[in-house]
């Protein structure tokens, strides 16, 4: 019985915390968009420089309705999506497995590992124009701008996962016969899935802030290239409903 009671409690304070923490959140939010709502009410700064809240909805109403330079708004941000999760399936495919081999052999770790490091601080406009060089203006620059992003993270949480893995598990399966790619399968691949996954999720958020750069040249359509388009004719309003999107989008 006292087991059970001291469990219901543990799950009432449980939830009471989340509830806490949910309107610490929501009053957040709200103290950001009271603070908006006074300060553009006030004239404090020009429309050009922060527009009203109301100014931003009714300028997103307008884009659902109208679209944004002939495209609607679902193709920008549909297009970007496009680019963006075509560039983190490549990821997927190619970082996981050479992170994971580069942490398991120490001949592989040293062909990858001195060009990811070495690429892995440039800013991305550093590189984007011999990629646009390279490969054209189409999307093929775009995705591979996006993969580059992605890559070293992804990369390097699975070089990670591998050098944290205990020495025992592998000796252990080394006793009971297995050979190498047994161990890479059955005891090296499962022990780095919560470092995997941690990576990727960190490269789908490099990858996302490098939307902007990647539409930057010779793109018609996405959220990215309908901000940085707006930003040309300081239309602050349509950067703000842009930068809504991709924030929501994001999370």
Same mark, same amino acid.
């Given at each position: ?31 950001v968009f009271i603070t908006w709502y006074i300060v553009t009410d006030l004239k404090i700064f020009s429309d050009v420089i922060i ?25 920008? *941000?549909? $297009?970007?999506?496009?680019? %963006?999760? /075509? @560039?983190? #399936?490549?990821?997927?495919? =190619?970082? +996981? ?95 780095? *899935?919560? $470092?995997?996954?941690?990576? %990727?999720? /960190? @490269?789908? #958020?490099?990858?996302?802030? =490098?939307? +902007? ?39």
């Amino acid at each position: 019985m006292f087991p059970q009671t001291l469990q219901t409690r543990i799950k009432h304070s449980i939830k009471a915390q989340l509830k806490i923490e949910h309107l610490i959140t929501l009053l957040t939010v709200s103290a950001v968009f009271i603070t908006w709502y006074i300060v553009t009410d006030l004239k404090i700064f020009s429309d050009v420089i922060i527009p009203s809240p109301w100014k931003v909805y009714k300028t997103f109403i307008d884009i659902i309705a109208e679209g944004y330079k002939g495209s609607a708004l679902s193709r920008h *941000l549909l $297009d970007s999506l496009e680019r %963006l999760l /075509t @560039a983190f #399936g490549l990821v997927c495919i =190619t970082a +996981v497995p050479i992170g994971l081999l580069s942490g398991y052999s120490s001949k592989v770790r040293a062909v990858f590992e001195p060009l990811v490091e070495f690429y892995r601080p440039l800013p991305p406009l550093a590189y984007y124009t011999m990629l646009v060089i390279w490969m054209g203006i189409g999307n093929s620059s775009k995705i591979m701008l996006l993969y580059l992003a992605g890559f070293a993270p992804v990369y390097l949480a699975c070089i990670s996962g591998v050098m944290k893995i205990k020495q025992d598990y592998i000796y252990g399966a080394y006793t009971l016969g297995a050979n190498k790619y047994q161990i890479f399968f059955y005891v090296v691949f499962p022990s780095c *899935l919560p $470092d995997i996954f941690t990576g %990727l999720r /960190t @490269a789908l #958020g490099f990858s996302y802030t =490098t939307l +902007v750069a990647a539409e930057m040249v010779a793109a018609e359509t996405g959220i990215g290239w309908m901000v940085l388009d707006a930003s040309k004719f300081l239309l602050s309003d349509v950067i703000f409903v842009g930068i809504l999107i991709m924030g929501v989008t994001g999370i």
